[in-house]
């Protein structure tokens, strides 16, 4: 199914393992805040992968011990937003963009409106991540990738515990920046793109379009088993990119998609 002509297009990008990697940066800021509320280092973090900052506080808490851990959840965060813009130089120095991340950003961005058949009138980027959007911000900023995208209308991990209410939130967003309707970017208007079977639970439960890379921890068969309408090996290609989330073209090439890992 592509996307009807004339439709404008919400993509919304996870962050870590898909744009970047933050060279450890994010666990590192978790232990600060942990020691500075409760004075000792955490037991254990929750795992991160694909899951929401609210929902990883909450977890990591509930390990420590920490009583009432859910009334712990936004004094937590508000530790993030406070030390957020301090980890910058060390997300500039360890972090790296992931390859042909930066390229598939700009090419969504430039690519002209309406000169394919079936192609989006318009492009709106932004993110769907975990991290609260003070991290986010920082991550994307220190490492170049902020530009292109409007961060104005993304969703964060502050927004909700759970990730498949993040896609709501950001058409919402995009549609009152926009002069929309959320309705407007419902369905397939809305494409999601992440490394983990969480992103793409998110895009099914939504009703969006679900792009995969295999650049996080888990392998494209997971990927596909989750149910991606398509799974790249990464974001090096972008002409390739552009189809899988543009939708273009894939029908007519069944056998090339599944030899490139598009279905």
Same mark, same amino acid.
């Given at each position: 199914m592509s996307v009807v002509a004339g439709s404008d297009l919400l993509v919304l990008w996870d962050v870590d393992g898909t744009l970047l990697n933050a060279g450890g940066v994010g666990v590192e800021l978790y232990g600060l805040v942990f020691r500075g509320l409760f004075g000792r280092a955490p037991d254990a973090f929750a795992p991160m992968a694909g899951r929401t900052d609210r929902a990883i506080i909450r977890e990591t808490l509930e390990l420590a011990g920490v009583a009432s851990p859910r009334e712990w959840v936004d004094p937590f965060i508000a530790g993030l937003t406070a030390h957020a813009p301090s980890m910058r130089a060390a997300v500039a120095a360890r972090g790296r963009v992931l390859p042909g991340a930066a390229e598939a950003i700009a090419a969504l961005a430039s690519a002209p409106a309406n000169a394919v058949s079936g192609r989006p009138r318009r492009v709106y980027q932004s993110v769907l991540t975990g991290n609260i959007r003070p991290v986010?911000?920082?991550?994307? @900023? /220190?490492? #170049?990738?902020?530009?292109?995208?409007?961060?104005?209308?993304?969703?964060?991990?502050?927004?909700?515990?759970?990730?498949?209410?993040?896609?709501?939130?950001?058409?919402?967003?995009?549609? @009152? /920046?926009h #002069?929309?309707?959320?309705?407007?970017?419902?369905g397939r208007a809305t494409v999601l793109v992440g490394d983990t079977p969480l992103d793409i639970e998110a895009a099914l439960a939504s009703g969006a379009r679900a792009v995969a890379v295999a650049t996080g921890p888990f392998p494209a068969a997971d990927l596909r088993a989750a149910g991606a309408h398509a799974v790249l090996p990464d974001l090096t290609d972008t002409a390739l990119v552009l189809r899988a989330v543009l939708s273009l073209g894939l029908r007519s090439r069944a056998q090339h998609a599944g030899e490139q890992g598009l279905s």
């Open positions: 986010a911000e920082v991550k994307l @900023a /220190a490492l #170049g990738l902020d530009g292109p995208l409007d961060l104005g209308i993304g969703a964060y991990g502050d927004d909700h515990e759970v990730r498949t209410e993040l896609v709501a939130v950001a058409r919402r967003r995009a549609a @009152a /920046a #002069g929309r309707v959320p309705a407007d970017f419902a």
